[in-house]
């Protein structure tokens, strides 16, 4: 039997079996399932500044976990060896309350609670959604960090549970959007309906020749500050990954510049990895 995923714009029509794109949702007995759900492949306690955030709980630590899978194809992918894994990733495996646990036990060393990251952690939506109750009824924060690649109802329905995000606004181009299995309106939804919600700060990795452009920052930067002019943007520096290893690293005068530039309409604009 035939059942379509309604996690993201995708909407997967999988037959029995079969496995969607992001390659962590598939069709068992007709329904749709998290099959990374409690597979985490990435655990480590962080920096907060790290996911990147500047502007919640400056100074903290936080435990951060991630899964495998992602519903987009960026040939710059940062965390590729997760992202475009599947069921054969190597993991471990954790109920919710078990990744909360750990998250207590580390609140002696300054945790402050759990950030889901690293891959595409919507694509493992239900184990998020089921995390993220325990760690609010355990007075902790919950933090995502993700490409804002998922539908409206979804979204409103997490929301209430998170308490600061980090969205990947990768480019202001819905063309090049597509080219990355990606959809910009899409994503400038997600970004409306979490400014609304909770601590947002949004993160652009500048490409050379991809997205680098001072009109692109202007654009983009403009309609952030349509949303709110408190948003944090971070203007990240690339450096070759992926199927990108034959470009050299963004020009740390290219990442500066379009920082200044988008600081014409944005409050709080940093720059990383320069």
């Known amino acids: 039997m035939k059942a379509q995923c309604s996690i993201c714009f995708h ?5 029995e079996g079969q496995t969607g794109l992001c390659r962590a949702r598939g069709n068992q007995k007709g329904v749709i399932v998290p099959l990374n759900y409690g597979k985490i492949t990435s655990l480590a306690l962080d920096p907060i500044e790290k996911k990147p955030l500047r502007r919640f709980f400056p100074g903290s630590l936080i ?9 987009m194809r960026c040939p710059f992918c ?10 054969d990733a190597p993991a471990c495996s954790y109920s919710p309350q078990a990744l909360v646990n750990e ?37 902790m924060a919950n933090v995502i960090v993700t490409n804002g690649i998922i539908e409206e109802d979804p979204w409103r329905r997490l929301l209430p549970f998170i308490d600061a995000a980090n969205i990947d606004l990768k480019t202001f181009s819905e063309q090049r959007y597509f080219s990355f299995g990606g959809n910009l309106n899409t994503v400038k939804n997600s970004i409306m309906l979490a400014a609304r919600s909770c601590h947002l700060e949004v993160t652009t990795l500048i490409v ?5 452009t001072v009109e692109e920052m202007l654009a983009l930067s403009e309609w952030l500050a349509s949303v709110s002019p408190d948003i944090p943007l971070h203007v990240s520096r690339f450096f070759p990954r992926f199927h990108m290893t034959d470009r050299p690293p963004t020009p740390v005068e290219t990442v500066y510049k379009l920082a200044e530039t988008a600081r014409r309409f944005l409050k709080f604009v940093y720059t990383g990895n320069c």
Do not use: M
């Open 103 to 139: 998250a207590l036990n580390l609140q002696k060393h300054g945790n402050i609670g759990i950030a889901y990251t690293y891959n595409e952690p919507l694509v493992g939506y239900e184990f998020v959604r089921d995390c993220s109750i325990l760690v609010r009824r355990a007075s």
């Open 78 to 87: 940062q965390n590729s060896e997760i992202s475009c894994a599947g069921t």
């Open 208 to 212: 050379p020749g991809e997205n680098d």
């Open 63 to 71: 435990l951060s976990a991630g899964s495998f899978g992602c519903n």
């Open 11 to 15: 909407r997967c029509l999988l037959d």
